[in-house]
């Protein structure tokens, strides 16, 4: 069976779920990956389409998606539907949060478009048992694929030599609200003379930033321990993390239902590199081994001074983890899966 990945707009999810599985299974992959601009060439998909028995559509939202799908269908090949965020309006996302009726319009036909290319699709592929659910609403084909890592992505991470204690914010944990709950005990932290908050994301290389995030970098940089580190392309992410020196990473995710459907990827990333995890108590992960889990969200600040205080204890355990993502989430364990599964779900 030749499977045909084709990748939506976002890199970051593409690499994870359609670049590394296809490589490491030998199937079929779109060649475009390395373009930062993540356009498809339309004459060369069209022509490996038609040279394979699936197409497996990543983050399919939008109507041009949906006439492939239909396309496709039409041309007597099998579509997978693959995904891992929720668009579920109302709990997904969340309505009141947007800021006007336009942005709201966008989100409920982006919602709607996302489930007429569900229905249409063959099966579906989700990151997480949550997010399968919601979609065995709509499609009862569905199967769980998790995210996997590259052990080619691992790097030796650059000594802090700063004198501070180093912790890093990297990526949506710096966004979608999921910070806000901690905002006082951010500023506590940054009243030290002792610690550094290092923010990748949120800011251009040029200084702009995404305007919704207006408020979210205006936060940031009332900060005075705050140091930047811009967005890079997927080819330079895990080097570049690991450049920065970090001593620790904090995933302060907030309890909601949009973050129940995703997955423990920045655990992952993080261990590979051996950088000690802090994480909300939630259901990502919840699951794993070798992190430590912040029970209470009033009690961030003492477990981070805490990790601070006790490095050596951390420090091994995140060395432990680093080894356990390797066992667990070795993409090139776990490659021949994604065929397997794609398989079963175009029986």
């Known amino acids: 069976m030749k499977i045909l990945f084709v990748n939506g707009k976002y890199p970051f999810c593409y690499y994870y779920r359609g670049y590394l599985p296809g490589v490491y299974s030998g199937n079929y992959v779109v060649d475009d990956f390395m373009r930062k601009d993540m356009k498809v060439d339309k004459d060369v998909l069209m022509r490996k389409a038609k040279d394979s028995d699936v197409i497996v559509l990543q983050r ?23 995904n891992d965020d929720t668009y579920l309006v109302g ?33 579906a592929i989700a990151s997480t ?23 080619l992505d691992e790097f030796t991470c650059k000594e802090n030599k700063t004198g501070k204690f180093r912790i890093g914010l990297v990526g949506s944990v710096t966004t979608n609200d999921d910070y806000l709950h901690i905002k006082d005990q951010i500023r506590k932290l940054d009243e030290r003379e002792d610690v550094t908050f290092v923010v990748f994301g949120i800011k251009y290389t040029d200084g702009t930033n995404i305007s919704f995030m207006d408020e979210d970098r205006r936060f940031w940089e009332s900060l005075k321990n705050v140091e930047w580190q811009p967005y890079v392309h997927i080819t330079e992410y895990m080097m570049t993390v ?95 899966q994604w065929v397997k599964t794609i398989e079963t779900l175009c029986k």
Not at 306 to 313: E, L, M, R
């Open 60 to 82: 399919p939202q939008n109507k041009e998606r949906l006439a492939l799908v239909k396309l496709f269908k039409s041309m007597g090949k099998k579509v997978i539907f693959e």
């Open 91 to 123: 709990k997904g996302i969340i309505l009141e949060r947007l800021e006007n009726d336009s942005q709201r319009e966008i989100a409920i036909e982006l919602s709607n478009i996302t489930n007429e290319i569900l229905s249409l699709c063959d099966g």
């Open 129 to 151: 048992e949550t997010l399968a659910n919601e979609y065995r609403e709509i499609n009862p084909n569905v199967a769980v694929l998790k995210n996997c890592i590259d052990p």
């Open 242 to 336: 690991a450049d920065l020196a970090l001593d620790l990473a904090i995933i302060p995710r907030q309890k909601s239902y949009f973050n129940d459907c995703k997955s423990n990827l920045k655990f992952l990333e993080m261990s590979l590199l051996k950088i000690p995890v802090l994480a909300e108590d939630i259901l990502p992960y919840q699951k794993d081994v070798y992190l430590t889990l912040v029970p209470n969200s009033d009690d961030w600040y003492n477990h981070i001074i805490d990790v601070k205080d006790n490095y050596t204890k951390y420090k091994e355990l995140a060395n432990k983890a680093h080894d356990y993502v390797l066992e667990e989430y070795n993409i090139n364990n776990y490659a021949p």
